[in-house]
């Protein structure tokens, strides 16, 4: 009797010290991440200035019907919907076959893992102040073209005309993220057992066969990953079209939502429209989100 | 017969996809090497066409210029040690924050622990975009604007660090941790030596996931910081592009110095950056 009082004695001590070693992280979600969300949901009901001190003003839907009809609005859905579709199917495609690629080969497998994954490592504020200049006029994105096109002096407008612009951004982003993705292919491919390729080979199989009937499907689920993890990292995109903007490029063509998001809020002091706009972006990350948890649920192959 | 000809094709193909990586290799890497040779010439050779590749002179000057900024003042160095001591910072708090609540998650059995365990890995749904300007507001309220609070506290834990830790304690032997309290240990002294000290490479790869989003962070600090002294190194990057007297050499100099310490870190920590980028998929090294 004793012993087993003093058991559950020892058992509720130690559920108190559970619990107690979780109140930091209860305090610090509810601070930094539930607080400001329920904040942006309900500020966007409100008319809102960041300077001013009378109190906001509640105008309902306002804000949401006034986005509707906003041409900004729209400008930047178009400007991010064309940025994340530009960037995340060509990113997942070539990623994949270069780690297919890689993978096929016995050796350079970690150098050329390497090679692509460096520019991950330069913060993107460093990656698009490089772009910049090589999208100079003088620079060496026309002397590359020109080369290969063979349209000597040309000057494409890479920051000037819309369409350059934006193709521009999708580059840069590109560019830095096309290794990181490589490399989780890699890791996917390597987890297939090297038995099923080799009965495979031994069953007469060649290589494309191999790919398309085993290496594809059994990456499936990988694939949907990096598709999903694309596509948000490319939503919430900032840094490259910041810095072009500020070093002279048009607004128009890459306004994507989070700069106008934070243009709304700080140039405009408009907080109550940044946070409707805040909330359409939370409510897609969200769907995204949750697509990601199912998928890497399911992701647990049985070989 | 047929055999020797599809040996033919698997070598050409094979032929083929050496040349494929090597050349995507290569047009990888010419922008950073663009960016170190730019660093070392004057603006007009890098301007100038076609691009020489090669510095005809080690022009150390721009180096210079981008330390000491265009209005002498050096601020760069102080902007530098800043982005150290946000990131470091920030680092050892989320390990040590994700790890013992991680910890607690893991480890006890109590009421509500599933529910503590979901809201926090709900939060994982809320884009960091969706929120700055409520925190931006909170952090203003708190008197927090150009400092190092601003910088560094809201960003303190992760719910992808709690849900890493606790996925590696899960399987951290119960043995070592009964055999302490056994032992007489506290509570909060078994977490510290014990726990710690045996989870090392969950806490290696959390800490250099945080060390490089702070590194990179721009969108958070144009918020909360004015003035230049409290500058971390992207906006004094921004900053620097924009003014009129930065020579094209100058701003690569300053780009290559923002970009050595990622650099070391990678080289003595290549399996943590990788394995960084694997934990999302649940991939096994």
Redesign the interface.
Known sequence: MIFIKKKTGI?KK?????????I???I??S???????I??FI?SFYKKDLLSLSKPKFIGLGNYKYLIHSESFWNSVKATTIFTVGTFIPLVIISLI?AV??S??KR?QKF????????A???????A??????F?P???AN?FLNFILNTPGKDYKWLTSSGMLRLATIIVYF?KY???FT??FV??IA?IPQSINEAARIDGA??WQVFSRITLPLIKP?TL??SV?AM?QC??T??TQ??FT??GAPLKPIDVI?LN??NT??RDHQ?GR??AM??I??VI??VL??IQFRV?KA??VQY | MPKQKSYFFSTVADILIWIFLTVFAIIVLVPLVFMFTASFMPAKDIMSIPYPWIPKTFYIKNYWQALRGNDGSFIYVRNILNSFLVASVTSIGTILLCSITGYGLAKFQYKGRNFILMMILSTMMIPFEAIMIPLYLIVTNLGWQDTYWALIVPFLMSAFGVFLMRQFLLTFPDELIDAARIDGASEIGIFFRVVLPNSVPPMATLAILTFRSQWDSLLWPLLVIQSPKMKTIPLYIVQFAEEKFTNEGALMAAAVIASIPMLILFLSLTKYFIGGSNVYTGGKE
């Open positions: 058992e130690k559920a108190r010290w559970g619990f107690i070693f979780t930091p992280a209860i610090f979600f601070v930094f991440s539930f607080y400001p969300i904040n942006a500020t270069l690629f890689i096929s080969r350079f050329f893992q390497m090679s692509y994954y460096s520019p490592l330069l913060s993107s504020v460093v990656a102040t490089i772009w910049l200049l090589m100079d003088r620079g060496l002397q560019w096309i290794g990181y490399v989780i890791t996917g987890s060649n290589r990988t990953l990096v993890m948000t939503l919430k900032f840094s910041y810095l500020q070093s989070t998001i934070y809020a700080i907080i940044a946070s805040s909330i972006l939370f990350i969200m989100t949750l890497s992701e647990e």
